[in-house]
């Protein structure tokens, strides 16, 4: 993730976006503008997300009953919302896959799928149901992801780029990290000001997030970002949410404890090695 400052000068001086090799998405150096922020009506809609182009990283806070581990938040997912706040959905009826799962096997990509399971949780019903949910819903609407652009498109391809972006910006946003160093730890005696954890989730990425309460309880963040280029393989620019609402948490809220002792410690690299060489 960059500025959009620090990407100013690239932008300005790459101005043709180049399409990639076959079972890759398109290559866009940055020729189209950020999204929510082009002056002109562009053209290339592989290399530009629209409509979708508020793009949010969405995470829960599941305590009851609890999902995933203690001392991390879960993925929601990745949603294109209009530069407005308002958003599409299910936008492609010929592409609402039932076998997330196998398509990420079929792939090789068992980092990711191991990674899903782990943060990827349903509260309600199956991991796969949820996936499923997300890509249908959400992951069909992203411009930037339509099987037309690739070149040598292999079926579901778009599918597995979705869901390993998803997790990429996932672990760059580690919720539970930010509000810690604010000392904002979950508590089932203490509450936190409204405004101590807005500050919290500010600092890191220098613009706000949205979050959400039920009744007092806090249980959901959205990280906004625009983007240069793919969802695949595309720039993800930290942005103040547009249109996202008030989201109702009052002044002081609930930051309740999960399952203690569900505290997940990653594997070290001897055994992510033994992971990744046998798919499990």
């Known amino acids: 993730?960059?500025?959009?400052?620090?990407?100013?000068?690239?932008?300005?001086?790459?101005?043709?976006?180049?399409?990639?090799?076959?079972?890759?998405?398109?290559?866009?150096?940055?020729?189209?503008?950020?999204?929510?922020?082009?002056?002109?009506?562009?053209?290339?809609?592989?290399?530009?997300n629209y409509p979708g182009g508020q793009v949010l990283q969405v995470q829960f806070?599941?305590?009851?009953?609890?999902?995933?581990?203690a001392n991390s938040w879960t993925i929601h997912g990745l949603w294109p919302d209009h530069c407005d706040g308002t958003f599409d959905q299910y936008c492609d009826e010929t592409r609402q896959y039932t076998n997330i799962t196998q398509i990420l096997q079929a792939a090789g990509r068992y980092d990711v799928l191991d990674f899903?399971?782990?943060?990827?949780k349903n509260?309600?019903?199956?991991?796969?149901?949820?996936?499923?949910?997300?890509?249908?819903?959400?992951?069909?609407?992203?411009?930037?992801?339509?099987?037309d652009c690739y070149f040598d498109y292999k079926p579901q391809e778009e599918v597995v780029d979705f869901f390993a972006r998803t997790t990429n910006l996932f672990r760059n946003l580690p919720t539970y990290e930010y509000l810690a160093f604010a000392g904002i730890h979950p508590s089932?005696?203490?509450?936190?000001?409204?405004?101590?954890?807005?500050?919290?989730?500010?600092?890191p990425r220098g613009v706000n997030a949205t979050i959400e309460c039920d009744g007092a309880q806090i249980y959901e963040v959205y990280y906004t970002f625009n983007t240069y280029g793919s969802i695949a393989d595309g720039i993800f620019?930290?942005?103040?949410?547009?249109?996202?609402?008030?989201?109702?948490?009052?002044?002081?809220?609930?930051?309740?404890?999960?399952?203690?002792?569900?505290?997940y410690v990653p594997p070290t690299s001897t055994s992510a090695a033994a992971v990744k060489a046998t798919g499990k």
């Open 1 to 48: 993730m960059f500025s959009r400052s620090s990407l100013s000068a690239a932008v300005a001086a790459l101005a043709v976006a180049t399409r990639a090799v076959a079972g890759i998405p398109p290559i866009c150096l940055f020729g189209t503008e950020l999204s929510c922020h082009n002056t002109t009506v562009q053209q290339d809609l592989c290399c530009f």
């Open 61 to 69: 806070w599941d305590t009851n009953p609890a999902t995933g581990p």
């Open 116 to 120: 899903m399971n782990i943060y990827w």
């Open 123 to 147: 509260q309600d019903g199956t991991d796969e149901s949820f996936w499923e949910h997300e890509w249908g819903k959400h992951g069909t609407c992203y411009s930037t992801l339509e099987p």
């Open 188 to 203: 089932s005696t203490k509450n936190y000001t409204y405004d101590a954890i807005m500050s919290a989730l500010n600092r």
């Open 237 to 263: 620019i930290p942005e103040n949410p547009v249109g996202e609402g008030t989201n109702g948490c009052p002044a002081e809220i609930q930051y309740l404890p999960k399952n203690e002792s569900n505290i």
